[in-house]
């Protein structure tokens, strides 16, 4: 007997809370690879500068803050790779199902082999398997859904759900290993979750439509060949790179915001200089450029969760619960834990609203602004010493930053299936997701810098710069809008 998904076409089928029920196969997978992310990186910068006698490496704390930036840019920047092999060579389901075997792959080196090596072998290997299946995942979602489905940002909230479930007890369960028996039980943990994630979605593949399959704009075989070169030869110039000492860890950030960079304006020039897509989807692309600006703010405050709060939690933050020391990475799951909380309620207020909710732009103009205040809110406890900032005040900043998150990241999602052209759908997700790679690796730089500079100074420049940018934004909503042409 066929299942409803075989029977019912995916855009109809509302088995799955009210959503398509293959929304819960990609859920499910994002889930789990978000638990092994987020536990992993929730332990990540205190391996690499905690001393030897605490497990670490020793690393100075400003060059490990850069390279978890450094890092977590690396994943979205290779967002564009995993996307282009999807557009171009094998659809997006299968770049997701391979990417998530490296992801597994990179979990378990990262804590079976010890020191520098392991975190190279590992974190090259997470983030393009992290690259691949975060484009894809996103692509796929917006496969089960028509462009004007009045249930596709309720079906991103619900898909958001599912990333912060896994970002809420990744550090928790990651942070309690390695503060009992060490750092490579955390990230072995990490691997563990990941195989899970790879296992049930194995299971599912098949309720996927068949759209997933599809090749939008495939490679002729005749250009295979330069492209396969083109690659060995970058392999090459970055290893050479490596040995002469022009890639450090010390420079790392910058040379991932260099690329990050390079490769956005490369694929803003790419898709608008295309004969394949139309007036309209060409306005909706230029329209998508002040969003991704805002994106890319938003998020060099927002991963700071990574680097800058880390620190601060690990060095000033008062963890005292009735004698009991809370892990530094279990500050890291407040954030996803209010998100858990308060997504369900946005969805149902974007589907109560319907047409009369506030655009895209807005939303980004409030969400951008909002971040800005939860910086703010830093100011009153800066200058103290050891346990000077109360943990309360930490869970009230975090509420703030969850505010702000929630009318940019699922939005933020939903609205680029609704502007991507259609031969650049996938790569499209991948330019947003460049903006979550500029973002990120801005903030390992803006984490070298909270190093150097008084805290005042540091969290006054960076709360009044976004607020003056929401602003901003709110002025030009109009514009945007005119450019998105019947896109909200």
């Known amino acids: 007997m066929s299942t409803v998904a075989e029977r019912t076409p ?40 905690y001393s030897a006698t605490r497990g670490g490496l020793g690393i100075p704390q400003a060059t490990a803050a850069g390279i978890v930036g450094a890092y977590g840019g690396g994943v979205y920047l290779s967002t564009i790779l995993g996307a282009w092999i999807a557009d171009r060579l094998v659809g997006s389901e299968r770049v997701l199902f391979f990417s998530a075997i490296v992801i597994a792959v990179g979990h378990l080196a990262l804590s079976l082999i010890p020191g520098i090596a392991g975190v190279t072998v590992g974190l090259i290997l997470i983030a393009l398997g992290s690259g691949g299946l975060k484009a894809n995942a996103t692509s796929v979602v917006g496969a089960l859904y028509r462009r004007d489905d009045p249930r596709l940002d309720a079906g991103f909230s619900l ?48 309720r996927l439509p ?30 050479v790179l490596v040995m002469v000492g022009v890639i450090t860890p010390t420079s790392l950030v910058t040379i991932v915001i260099g690329l990050t960079v390079i490769a956005t304006i490369s694929y803003f020039v790419v898709i608008l200089r295309s004969r394949r897509i139309t007036a309209v989807e060409r306005k909706r692309v230029y329209a998508f450029i002040p969003l991704f600006l805002a994106s890319a703010a938003f998020w060099s405050l927002s991963q700071q969760q990574f680097t800058v709060v880390t620190i601060y939690a690990d060095e000033r933050l008062n963890r005292d619960l009735f004698g009991w020391v809370l892990p530094v990475s279990w ?6 834990i209010f998100i858990i909380l308060l997504s369900g309620a946005f969805a149902a207020l974007w589907t109560r609203w319907g047409s009369r909710q506030p655009s895209t732009p807005v939303k980004f103009a409030i ?11 830093f100011l009153p406890f800066t200058g103290g010493g050891a346990n000077s900032t109360p943990l309360a005040a930490m869970v009230g900043i975090l509420l703030v930053l969850t505010v702000a998150e929630l009318l940019i990241g699922p939005v933020g999602l939903s609205i680029t299936t609704k502007l ?5 759908k996938t790569q499209m997700v991948a330019l947003f997701f460049l903006s979550i790679a500029l973002g ?5 730089g803006l984490a070298q810098w909270y190093t150097t500079v008084p805290e005042t100074v540091y969290f006054s420049v ?20 005119r450019l998105m042409d019947g896109v909200r």
Do not use: C
């Open 367 to 377: 969400g951008t602004a909002v971040m800005g205040v939860a910086f703010l809110i």
């Open 10 to 49: 995916t855009h109809e089928d509302s088995s799955f809370l009210g959503q398509p029920r293959a929304l819960a196969n990609i859920f499910g997978v994002e889930m789990w690879e978000r638990f092994s992310f987020y536990g992993m990186q929730g332990i990540l910068l205190l391996y690499l500068y």
């Open 159 to 206: 898909f958001y759900l599912g990333i912060n479930l896994g970002a809420f007890f990744g550090p928790i369960l990651t942070g309690l290993l390695q503060s009992t028996l060490g750092f490579h039980f955390g990230f072995g943990l990490a691997a563990v979750g990941m195989t899970i994630g790879l296992v049930q979605y194995s299971f599912g593949r098949k």
């Open 420 to 424: 991507a052209p259609e031969p650049f």
């Open 440 to 444: 990120t690796a801005v903030s390992g």
């Open 462 to 481: 960076i709360g009044g710069v976004a607020i003056a940018l929401g602003l901003l934004l709110a002025l030009i909503s109009r514009p945007i809008l």
């Open 331 to 336: 500050v890291q799951s407040f954030n996803p």
């Open 210 to 239: 068949e759209v997933v399959h599809h090749v939008p704009n495939p490679l002729p075989a005749e250009r295979m060949l330069p492209y396969i070169v083109s690659a060995l030869a970058a392999v090459a110039a970055i290893v």
